[in-house]
């Protein structure tokens, strides 16, 4: 059985591959893993029937015969333990590459989104200017962090892992605000990942969608 993956029908972001399916599509790239997708709407992922896969009522879902996921990070997981290539097959680096998934879902990517929604939606409310400078810099701690330890190297922990993986498409949601430019190793680790072919496979298969269903080319 093929699985399959659910992503948004009419992309919001256009097809910039800034949705979280994207992750998931790019860990079953590297992995070799065959997919199909399911389109959904805003209104349909807020119906039962996308509900009882994804309580939250967003994208993407995983379905392999009685293997039902959500959370993208729980989907790229269960691909890399599932298929070799992406975690190391000691127990040490194995627990080293999943510790850099989590720190990016769960030290780098919420204050960048956090940010991302303040500059996109607070512009014009009065606490904004208050508010900004403190959000730019819990923003940018983790991001100075990473950049220390990354240094040079050109993935964090050796060969390229499911939490280098995850740590690019964090941080590459994130490049379009300009905030990794005072970053310049970390901007150059998220063109690293996105020169990967299975990353530019990924990314095409998301715009072919967002062409597709817009009728834009
Ligand atoms: N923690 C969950 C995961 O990692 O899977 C978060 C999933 C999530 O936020 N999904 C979003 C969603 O379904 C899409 S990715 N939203 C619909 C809803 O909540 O009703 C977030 C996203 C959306 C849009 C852009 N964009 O336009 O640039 C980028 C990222």
Do not use: C
């Amino acid at each position: 059985m093929t699985p399959i993956l659910t992503a948004f029908k009419a992309a919001p972001d256009r097809g910039r591959g800034l949705a979280r399916d994207m992750r998931a599509r790019w860990a079953l790239e590297e992995l070799g893993v065959p997919y199909e997708v399911r389109l959904v709407t805003f209104a349909e992922m807020k119906e039962a029937a996308h509900l009882a896969l994804q309580p939250f009522g967003q994208i993407p879902t995983y379905e392999d015969g009685e293997v039902v996921l959500f959370e993208s990070g729980a989907i790229v997981l269960h691909l890399a333990e599932r298929h070799e290539g992406m975690l190391p097959k000691d127990a040490a680096g194995r627990g080293r590459a999943i510790s850099w998934m989590f720190a990016a879902l769960n030290t780098v990517e919420p204050p960048l989104v956090e940010r991302e929604i303040m500059l996109r939606e607070e512009r014009d409310k009065p606490w904004f200017e208050a508010r900004a400078g403190q959000v730019e810099v819990r923003a940018r701690r983790p991001l100075g962090e990473l950049s220390r330890r990354l240094g040079d190297a050109d993935w964090l922990e050796g060969d390229f892992s499911a939490g280098d993986l995850m740590m690019i498409a964090v941080l590459f949601r994130a490049r379009g605000s300009g905030i990794l430019d005072a970053y310049p190793n970390l901007a150059a680790y998220v063109a690293r990942g996105q020169a990967r072919p299975a990353f530019q496979r990924a990314f095409e298969a998301q715009l072919a969608v967002f062409r597709a269903v817009s009728g834009e080319a």
